[in-house]
């Protein structure tokens, strides 16, 4: 599963706009710092299926008397995920220590990441994501503080070799948690049932692992600012810690840190500097649309509209030169992202965003007083409403097609719904024929789940967005998952977008919106009549 997809420009100019990166530089602030312990050791074992479980938990008190020689090793449990830094206190017992202590320190957000052996990797991005350290202790006693910050649960340490005489004792483990809120920030939903809750607390928990200096797309990997995970996180921090300046803060930095032209990019890098990526996405681009939208539905905040209308409507412009004929050009297989999904052609879904984005852009032109804009935005959308019919709809198959080959995916159909290029309740029954048909062009991600999701709810069915819901985050929190994952497919549990799940991101962004969607969508009289089933 996966191909590769590396955008390399290395001519490229970038232009910063000073005004915006000070008022993001103004927005920063002090991460909430937390002390935390491990709980208990664990083994880890494979099932007879393959999928690896904790099948045993000792006292952590015993830990200082579990001297590790020689492959010996340990496992500790921090009861939950984190993110942050780890110091190590370490001793050693025995005859004098005559050797450096040499030792593996594995970090894993799943058990399954304890098992993985790292020289068997061969995915295509950078085999430095593995959370992996081999360390050289010359002296015991000693402190020893881990400059690097990890996300995992679970964390092993290894001997790799002492000598003969003598052997390591681990006698206190402790975590630095770093996060932009508390959990204690966000209100629970009481009424749901016990399934429901333990999708909502996940959700909760990716959702605050990722709100660092900025929105981060996942703690583990890239620990970038992506802007179509920041969309959506956006939306569930609205609904549950309300941290409104972190919104406002990356809306600031995207606004700043662009291409020459005035692009909006894929993702930015905050260190050493603050610097755009040179990976430019059409639906990424157009989502600085979005999400200045959406900001605006949420504060009110009429000055912000204003001062960043200029940078939003000129993602519009620079939209038009992706597109032919009032479409998506297809030269470039990956103009969009959509979806990981091998295969997909993207062409009918990010013309689907386009409408989606017009329609936004076209309340903000008049929010700013951009009568000139909001005209071109009201024939701009007129005519592309009307090729999303002429260039993509079928009506003989009763579905939106994509591309050359006439493709017919779950994400076309999804965004299509989402841009309201039918009333409702035609949208209502391409749904429902949707999940009849189960086109076989599926999806990889919780990213292109939720559109789907969404796009249900958009039209009402909620028991059926529900189902689903269950389904597929359920099927993570089943397999013991704290946090919600990057890529899942429920029928193929180690499945990757990048050649191996060793670097797949088990704590992800865009994978926290059922905490928005539940409380968006579910009411608490609408909640019980669930409870009550």
């Known amino acids: 599963m996966g191909e590769a997809l590396v955008s390399i420009l290395p001519d490229m100019k970038r232009k910063t706009v000073d005004t915006f ?19 208990s050791l664990v083994s880890v074992t494979k099932t007879a299926d393959g999928i690896a479980e904790i099948s045993s938990r000792e006292d952590i008190t015993l830990m200082p008397g579990k001297l590790l020689k020689k492959d010996d090793s340990i496992c500790l449990d921090f009861g939950d995920h984190h993110v942050g830094y780890v110091t190590l206190k370490l001793n050693s017992a025995g005859s004098p220590q005559d050797a450096p202590a040499y030792l593996r320190l594995k970090f894993a957000e799943i058990p399954g990441e304890i098992l993985d052996d790292s020289s068997t990797y061969h995915g295509w991005i950078s085999k430095g994501w593995i959370q992996e350290e081999l360390i050289h202790i010359d002296v015991l006693p000693c402190e020893l503080k881990l400059p690097r910050r990890y996300a995992f649960r679970y964390l092993e340490i290894f001997a790799v070799d002492t000598s003969a005489k003598f052997q390591v004792v681990v006698e206190n483990v402790e975590l630095t948690a770093v996060s932009a809120v508390s959990l204690e920030e966000a209100e629970p939903l009481s009424s749901l049932p016990e399934d429901l809750k333990a ?10 692992d990722c709100m660092q200096h900025v929105f981060e797309d996942g703690p583990k990997r890239d620990r970038r600012l992506w802007i179509g995970d920041l969309r959506l996180q956006a939306k569930a921090n609205y609904a549950t810690f309300r941290n409104l300046n972190l919104v406002k803060r990356c809306m600031y930095l995207f606004a700043g840190l662009i291409r020459e032209d005035g692009k909006v990019g894929a993702c930015l890098f905050t260190e050493p500097v603050m610097q755009v990526d040179d990976t430019f996405l059409f639906d990424y681009s157009l989502f600085f649309v979005s999400i200045l939208y959406d900001y605006y539905q949420e504060t009110k905040d009429l000055e912000i509209v204003k001062e960043l209308w200029g940078t939003a409507c000129r993602q519009i412009v620079l939209a038009l030169n992706d597109m032919e004929d009032g479409v998506p050009k297809t030269e470039n297989p990956m103009m969009a992202f959509i979806d990981w999904k091998d295969g997909l052609d993207r062409q009918a879904a990010a013309h689907a965003v386009w409408i989606y984005c017009l329609r936004q852009g076209e309340v903000l032109a008049s929010l700013a007083g951009d009568e000139a804009a909001k005209e071109e935005l009201r024939v701009m959308l007129a005519d592309a409403l009307e090729k999303a019919v002429s260039h993509f709809w079928d009506e003989e198959k009763g579905f939106f097609v994509s591309g050359a080959d006439h493709q017919i995916s779950w994400s076309s159909q999804a965004w299509m719904v989402l841009a309201d290029v039918f009333e409702k309740e035609k949208s209502r029954a391409l749904m429902l024929h949707l999940l009849e048909e189960n086109p076989e062009m599926g999806i990889a991600t919780p990213y292109a789940y939720h559109h789907v999701i969404e796009a249900l709810l958009h039209v009402g069915e909620k028991e059926k967005a529900l189902e689903l819901m269950r389904t597929y985050w359920g099927g993570m929190i089943n397999l013991g998952a704290d946090t919600f994952w ?11 977008p990048y050649g191996s799940s060793q670097v797949n991101s088990f704590c992800h962004a865009w994978s926290c919106t059922p905490a928005w969607l539940l409380r968006e969508y579910f009411a ?4 019980q009549v669930i409870q009550d089933r």
Do not use: N, R
């Not at 990057?486 to 990757?496: K, M, R, T």
């Not at 608490?524 to 909640?527: E, P």
């Open 524 to 527: 608490s009289d609408t909640l």
């Open 486 to 496: 990057e890529a899942f497919d429920p029928e193929d549990p180690h499945a990757s």
């Open 21 to 39: 990166i000070k008022k993001a530089q103004e927005l920063d602030f002090q991460l909430i710092e937390t002390k935390v312990k491990p709980v």
């Open 199 to 208: 999708i909502d607390k996940a959700s909760l928990k990716t959702l605050q």
